[in-house]
């Protein structure tokens, strides 16, 4: 299993088919099934759509480099959405209302690093548990209804462009640049790598792992924040459960994208062509007049056969 | 990692075994809390409300029995409350096209115990890491119910069949009759049983559990599938109380499901717990959110809550096992 983790890592051309047919078979799939697929108003709709999973599956990528999960980023992001809402509402500041999403969000993501690092739960039940605990904040913040009013300087940030290109696709590049260089150019991001591939290599260095681990949560948990302000953008309001299940599609990309959950070697090209896979799926259903809940099922089924072929690959 | 392999493979005989003291002490957390909700509200303690809270845990019992099991064997399975849900619609629709319960409550029960077979499957065939084959299920059974069921809600079932979920016998609601008789067969299963047995060994140490002959695949796969049957158990239930079906009914079950294992004891490690240790699990977080209730505190803190109660429950278990080894 190590082999082929440095195989995989010295060369990662030996990756990019996986995904790359996965996302090319989609796109040829729906360019014949659905019409109006290809043309550049749907295509930009669906990477528009897609930056607000790019802000998640990026760092869920590192979350699972470190053999780590996150179920609450779905949670999470629906309390940020209705703090930027709140905050924004009462204060007309956008600003602000970012400021308020980030905190609580880095606040969540400090809180299932600390659970994770600290205590030794398992991954998977501890952002469980926090998951429960943002839902049922944001029904009590809510109260269970939309917020609703919200100001413009928050709603512009979604359908203005820079340069011709939409604000939410240049924050995603923007995003995916950070990560790229967080990761592969900057020693933290070598402890990463390390952190799911040899833990015991950094205590040795003299490095704290359990601070590295609540360092990589406290960023999902400030994406999460940072997604909100999209969410809220993007929905003209904050709603209780709008981003309920997106942790899902974070995962899937993830998966999809390559990302081993037990190895610790990820890849952020993967997850961003994993994000494409899962955005062009959704899509192409919904323009053959699928509801959302047969796309929800087969992004499950996508999961559960990437998760397959990534144990067929490691037995390899 | 000796002390709970030799705890997992001898039966508890003497009421002295490790076992036995945690399903006490948590038996004294149960009527503490039943001594604070009896001073704070004075409606705790009426018969109605007693009972109310006998059926409200025996309906998370159901799920959380099999749900014990897959735990025991240091698996999760996040699916069985959308596996309730889909069982639910499912058994539903049979009941109102044939008119025949019965044929409703086989096809509920074949439904969950299918999903938890595939659910087997995956987690042993394909060796996907348990939590993230059922979560990846949670979706697919999500969307197929909410496709299936189209918006709609199937009302109005036969007046037979809703005594299951609603009737009384000699005084006591009949699904918590159904509680006691799932309760003794999941604990003569688990504790009595050569099968049983091999579960607790699988889940303290799986490698030890295959060198000694254990067929690990066959027993995982046992373990799902009942898990999955007693989510088609709970539907029926549901069904029946509810007197209808929705695609959502699902959502708010799981994880007061997995609260009720982890607080009755149950290691995430597996290996160790019992399903009388569930069954107390399963009444201290009805009792908790009952007296929510009773003290008109809104709905909407119940996952707060109940996630708080996963979190501690675990933190506890680890600090206790940590003390003892």
């Keep these: 299993m190590r082999e082929a983790a440095v195989v995989s890592q010295s060369n990662p051309l030996q990756r990019i088919p996986g995904v790359a047919i996965v996302l090319a078979l989609l796109i040829a799939l729906f360019s014949v099934i659905a019409p109006g697929f290809l043309s550049v108003a749907n295509l930009s709709n669906v990477l528009v759509q897609s930056t607000i999973l790019t802000m998640l599956a990026l760092p869920m990528t590192l979350i699972i480099m470190t053999e780590g999960l996150d179920l609450s980023m779905g949670a999470v992001l629906t309390l940020t959405s209705l703090c930027v809402a709140i905050v924004s509402l009462a204060t007309k500041s956008m600003l602000l209302g970012l400021g308020a999403g980030l905190l609580v969000g880095t606040a969540f993501g400090i809180a299932n690093g600390w659970l994770v690092a600290m205590s030794g739960i398992p991954p998977f039940v501890a952002t469980l548990g926090t998951l429960g605990m943002a839902q049922g904040l944001s029904l009590i913040v809510s109260d269970g209804q939309s917020v609703v009013g919200i100001p413009h300087s928050v709603r512009d940030i979604y359908s203005a462009t820079l340069l011709g290109i939409p604000v939410p696709i240049v924050m995603a590049l923007v995003t995916y640049a950070a990560f790229h260089g967080l990761l592969y150019h900057t020693r933290f991001g070598t402890y990463i790598f390390a952190l799911g591939g040899n833990r015991e290599a950094l205590r040795y260095a003299g490095l704290s792992p359990n601070r590295l681990l609540i360092a990589v949560y406290a960023i999902g948990g400030a994406m999460a924040g940072i997604a909100g302000l999209l969410m809220t953008a993007r929905m003209n309001s904050g709603h209780p459960t709008a981003g309920l299940g997106l942790e899902f599609d974070a995962i899937a990309a993830v998966a999809v994208g390559g990302t081993s959950f037990e190895r610790g070697n990820g890849w952020l090209l993967g997850t961003l062509l994993g994000v494409l896979s899962v955005g062009v799926l959704r899509n192409g259903l919904n323009l053959i007049s699928l509801p959302s809940s047969v796309q929800v099922a087969s992004v499950g089924v996508l999961v559960i056969v990437a998760l397959f072929l990534d144990g067929l690959r490691s037995r390899a | ?325």
């Design chain 2, 1 to 325: 990692m000796t002390d709970i392999t030799k705890d997992a493979m001898m039966p508890p005989r003497s009421f002295l075994s490790q076992d036995a003291i945690q399903v006490f002490y948590r038996l004294l957390a149960a009527l503490l809390i039943c001594a604070v909700l009896a001073v704070l509200s004075d409606s705790f303690l009426s018969l109605g409300n007693i009972l109310n809270v006998l059926r409200q845990a025996s309906l998370t019992f159901f799920i959380a029995s099999g749900l014990t099991l897959v735990v025991l064997t240091a698996g999760l399975d996040l699916s069985v409350g959308a596996n309730v849900a889909l069982s639910a619609c499912i058994a539903g629709t049979v009941i109102h096209k044939t008119g025949s319960p019965a044929l409703g409550i086989l096809t509920g029960l074949a439904c969950g115990g299918l999903v938890g077979l595939l659910n087997g499957i995956m987690v042993t065939a394909l060796r996907i890491p348990s939590f993230i084959a059922t979560y990846g299920m949670l979706w697919v059974l999500n969307g197929l119910t909410y496709w299936y069921m189209a918006g709609e809600t199937l009302h109005g079932f036969p007046a037979g069949f809703r005594q299951i979920g609603s009737g009384y016998l000699f005084g006591l609601p009949i699904p918590v009759y159904l509680l006691l008789v799932f309760l003794g067969i999941g604990t003569f299963f688990a504790q009595r049983t050569i099968w049983g047995q091999e579960i607790y060994a699988i889940g303290a140490n799986p490698v030890a559990a295959r060198l000694s002959g254990i067929p690990v695949a066959r027993r995982l796969l046992l373990v799902y599938a009942v898990s999955g049957t007693m989510a088609g158990l709970a539907s029926i239930i549901f069904l029946s109380r509810l007197n209808s079906a929705e695609a959502d009914i699902g959502e708010s079950l799981t994880l007061p499901a997995i609260a009720a294992v982890l607080i009755g004891g149950t290691s995430l490690f597996g290996g160790v717990g019992t399903v009388f240790g569930t069954f107390i699990g399963a009444l201290i977080l009805t009792l908790v959110l009952n007296g929510m209730n009773l003290l008109s505190v809104s709905a909407n803190w119940q996952p707060l809550v109940t996630g708080i109660i996963v979190i501690l429950a675990v933190w506890l278990d680890m600090k206790t096992r940590r003390r003892t080894q």
